[in-house]
């Protein structure tokens, strides 16, 4: 009997140390996203490193901005202090790849089929509910904590995300 509750906390020792990193791993993936450790991130693939931001379901569908982390040129990866000519700063993290590394996914609920539209009008509705990729993003992160937000990118790509390399 002593050996199967040893066994047991034997298997739950193992299964909390993945589980506390995988969150750890989750809030540095919502800090570097956002600059908010509580931001609403799920994982879409987390063995090819993909995170939907702010996700929700609509009809059906995913609705949300998905991130292709290890499609980001980790080379091309740039974060900077910016300031406006009205004093407001920001950190601004540029992301470059070759493929896709940002998308939203969109479904708008709106009857593209009626004779009421025009063409025109059709074809707009039709490319709006479209998901919208792109090989590069510009995060705006509203925060003064830039060295942590660096320490949340390289947290990322050291525990388990791969990115992409420039060949020169």
Not at 4 to 11: E, I
Request: charged share 20%; aromatic share 10%; hydrophobic share 40%.
């Amino acid at each position: 009997m002593k050996s199967l509750g040893l066994a047991a906390l034997v298997s739950i020792a193992a299964i909390a140390p993945s589980r506390a990193n995988q969150d750890v791993f989750l809030t540095a993936v919502s800090f570097a996203l956002t600059g908010y450790d509580t931001a609403h991130v799920e994982v879409v693939d987390r063995a090819n490193c993909i995170f939907m931001l702010n996700g929700t379901r609509l009809h059906g569908h995913l609705v949300g901005e998905v991130f292709h982390l290890n499609n980001i040129d980790v080379d091309r990866l740039t974060i900077e202090d910016w300031r406006d000519t009205f004093g407001t700063t920001w950190i601004q993290v540029n992301l470059r790849g070759e493929s896709t590394i940002y998308e939203y996914t969109g479904v708008y609920d709106i009857d593209t089929s009626g004779d009421h539209l025009s063409v025109d009008t059709q074809l707009t509705l039709q490319q709006m509910s479209r998901p919208r990729q792109s090989s590069a993003w510009v995060l705006k992160i509203y925060s003064r904590e830039k060295d942590r937000l660096i320490r949340a990118w390289q947290y990322i790509y050291a525990n388990g995300c791969t990115g992409k390399k420039s060949p020169f």
